[in-house]
């Protein structure tokens, strides 16, 4: 969204003067003499403050009619998760069992004012609360594989057996003995050149691709949660490892196709549907219309419709190559300019054949 507030303005435009790496991702700022759009740390010229507006997003950015700086490459550049934050992660995933405290933080040279600013701008949580996560999961998975519940606790820092199944429930909806039919879904976060990502992931597969400002995304986390009796947790596991590989080698062009295994809870309809999705070439793109002729059900478009629109395993499930009829680009969860993106970017890989409706 536009910003408006003026204290965060005079903020912002302070920030983007000094080039403030700790900035990058929490603003977008628009440039009206040059139509051009930049993260805080760009090297060009710094205009003059009544010539900026700043956005919360890039998406509101282009939505506002700004273009991609070509020196700071803003849709690139700000979704890398800066450094000291990776160093933070870091330390969560090598030591899952240990409180990780601001003054351990200091010591190694990280801010922990901009961590948690980093968390509650890309994540909607807190620093701490990412990692009692990871240390509820450790100790479900353990749960799981037969341990019991007090050598869990206090092998996982908790100082008392109530301390520990109030954390518990709290994430996990139950009392650890009332879990055990739990599915747990792993959530990451992943960089793409078009806005970062949130990929889940079950045992058994991918589950949710998401970009992380999907206005539907509240919604689906609740739907995924209710059809697989599953709680959501940060964390990673194979499955999710080998999407954020693949997805790389899509945006760098190498990939045309996804191997990663996927779970995709829904009506026998939305999977038929979902199915010959991933039958769509890259490259090329079909009609709705196409769709529902496929499905032998010639009147099933606005079906077909809203069942693209369920779909909540983005690109690896190619929505985005579905378009109206007559040519024109219709809605897309992650917006129309990431749908042209992609389309486009898809263009330019599949020489020598070009995009086309079939």
């Not at 295994?261 to 890259?282: A, E, R």
């Amino acid at each position: 969204m536009l910003i408006t507030d003026k204290h965060k303005i005079n903020e912002y435009y302070k920030a983007l003067v000094d080039r403030e790496q700790s900035f990058v991702g929490i603003f977008f700022v628009g440039v009206k003499t040059t139509s051009v759009f930049c993260i805080a740390t760009c090297r060009a010229r710094k205009p003059k403050q009544e010539n900026v507006e700043f956005f919360s997003s890039f998406k509101d950015a282009l939505d506002n009619g700004y273009r991609p700086c070509k020196i700071c490459k803003p849709t690139e550049n700000a979704n890398e998760t800066p450094e000291q934050i990776e160093t933070a992660i870091q330390l969560v995933k090598d030591n899952p069992k240990q409180k990780i405290k601001d003054y351990q933080l200091r010591e190694i040279g990280i801010s922990p004012e901009v961590v948690r600013r980093w968390f509650k701008k890309n994540y909607g949580i807190t620093y701490q609360t990412f990692q009692r996560m990871y240390r509820i999961n450790s100790a479900f998975q353990e749960l799981k594989n037969g341990k019991n519940t007090t050598n869990t606790a206090f092998d996982s820092g908790y100082e008392s057996l109530s301390g520990f199944g109030y954390t518990f429930k709290k994430i996990m909806g139950n009392s650890p003995k009332n879990s055990e039919d739990k599915t747990v879904i792993l959530i990451s976060r992943h960089t793409t050149p078009i806005g970062p990502m949130f990929i889940c992931a079950t045992e058994n597969g991918i589950c949710l691709v998401e970009f992380v400002d999907r206005k539907m995304l509240e919604t689906e986390f609740k739907d995924l949660q209710n059809k697989l009796n599953a709680v959501i947790v940060t964390g990673e596991n194979d499955h999710i490892k080998l999407a954020k590989k693949e997805l790389d080698e899509y945006f760098n062009g190498t990939r045309k196709e996804f191997t990663v295994k996927l779970v995709t809870p829904g009506t026998d309809f939305q999977n038929s549907v979902w199915t010959i999705l991933q039958d769509i070439p890259y490259g090329k793109t079909v009609s709705y219309q196409t769709q529902a002729e496929k499905l032998n059900n010639a009147k099933a478009i606005r079906a077909v419709a809203s069942a693209n629109g369920h779909n909540r395993i983005s690109i690896i499930i190619p929505c985005h190559r579905v378009i109206g009829k007559d040519g024109k680009m219709t809605g897309y969860g992650g917006g129309i300019e990431r749908k042209k993106w992609l389309l486009e970017h898809e263009e330019k890989k599949s020489a020598p054949y070009q995009l086309k409706i079939y």
